[in-house]
């Protein structure tokens, strides 16, 4: 291991990142990841100002900064167009320090693969944790060219984690939230229209402009776990949400039946109890997966790379108990309240008794009525996070 050697399972957001912080810090990294070429199964991304600073410990906050499509009004409505909360960018840019961006994941994936050398990720590259590692042996990880030893191993295995299963065989694992999503890339509406997440009974849908000029569209309801539209997922959409306001029904007319997304929510309500194994860590997904209701899933996994990198900053003197007790004790408590806090936001948002969604909705624009900064005080602590800072160097 005189290499100083790290092995990073998976290639999306989180595995990427985190091969960036450990790469800038020293390390001898390669990523395996399964699929053929890192185009990302997904949409959209809304990177808050929290992702945004830990991007800046990997010098690419700026260029992503540079993404940001929209910096004007919006909020949350009703089906039939009503307000029920105003948000205002200027205003979160202000109380969060940056700005919220929203970019295509593949945009994001090419920005924090070019941080990398060019031979450090391998696709078509399937991998299994064989063994975390301990204080004196390396982790060892297998493929199909062989097995991989290495100081540290870091599982960014998505939310069906096999890694997570070999470290912690007893945990329950994902469990259905009720709920399924869908999204969609589409050409913009031909008449203006302001951002927005839209909150109907048992089912929302969210609009939000791409730097490019597209459009990106998410929607949320209650399904069965697995089930599937016979007709087709654009079909399914357009049944939920065709009636809905401008721009709902023309970004359905503009949809491409092939590329609607749908997904279902499972998140990890049951914490692990750490996020590590011998040298072995976990991040994103495979250690907290949570509900979308927060926008969160992807900034926390960012945040969890950068907080690993930090821990593991020096490869000859790594540590891996003490370092990787630390990355645990910084990210699950946070990451815990942060599943719990979603859950909550999502029960919120999905009701459907009609005297439920009334009240909701009167609450909703009771609380807007003490204008943006009453209503972006949800987001305090979670926005507002910034990631560690090295300790200086002792000068004897």
């Known amino acids: 291991m005189t290499q100083h050697r790290a092995v990073v399972l998976g290639a999306g957001i989180g595995g990427l990142a985190a091969a960036v912080g450990l790469h800038r810090r020293g390390w001898d990294v390669t990523v ?90 391998r696709t078509g590259a399937p991998a299994a944790l064989a063994h975390p590692g301990g204080a004196r042996t390396p982790a060892r990880v297998t493929t199909p060219d062989g097995d991989l030893e290495a100081e540290l191993a870091v599982a960014a295995d998505g939310i069906r984690s096999a890694a997570r299963t070999t470290l912690f065989p007893g945990h329950p694992g994902p469990r259905y939230s009720g709920h399924t999503t869908w999204r969609i ?82 998140h990890l309500t049951d914490p692990l109890p750490a996020f590590h194994r011998g040298r072995t860590a976990l991040l994103g997904d495979a250690a ?20 690993l990198a930090h821990h593991a900053r020096v490869p000859a003197a790594f540590d891996p108990g003490p370092a990787l007790a630390a990355y645990t004790a910084d990210r699950l408590p946070r990451t815990t309240a942060l599943v719990r806090r979603a859950a909550r936001t999502g029960a919120l948002t999905l009701v459907s008794a009609r005297p439920a969604v009334a009240l909701r909705d009167t609450l909703l624009r009771t609380v807007s009525r003490f204008g943006p900064g009453f209503v972006l005080r949800g987001f305090d602590g979670v926005a507002d996070w910034r990631p560690p800072v090295a300790e200086p160097s002792r000068v004897s």
């Open 32 to 121: 395996l990841e399964r699929a053929a070429d890192l185009a990302p199964v997904g949409a959209g991304i809304a990177l808050a100002p929290n992702a945004l600073r830990a991007l800046d410990t990997l010098g690419l906050g700026d260029r992503v900064r540079d993404l940001a499509a929209w910096q004007g009004d919006g909020g949350m409505r009703s089906p039939d167009g009503r307000w029920l909360v105003r948000t205002d960018a200027r205003a979160a840019a202000e109380r969060f320090g940056g700005p919220l961006v929203l970019l295509h994941r593949a945009t994001l994936v090419e920005i924090l693969a070019s941080a990398l050398p060019a031979r450090a990720v």
């Open 185 to 266: 890339v589409t050409p913009a509406p031909t008449r203006p229209f302001a951002p927005h997440e839209t909150w109907g009974p048992g089912r929302i849908w969210g609009t939000q402009p791409l730097k490019d000029g597209r459009i990106y569209a998410y929607a949320m309801a209650a399904a069965p776990a697995g089930a599937h539209a016979p007709d087709g997922e654009l079909a399914e959409l357009r049944r939920l949400f065709g009636d809905w306001h401008h721009p709902v029904p023309e970004i359905l007319a503009a949809a491409d039946p092939d590329g609607v997304l749908r997904h279902d929510v499972h």
């Open 288 to 307: 907290h997966a949570m509900m979308p209701s927060l926008g969160q899933g992807g900034n926390q996994a960012v945040e969890d790379a950068v907080v």
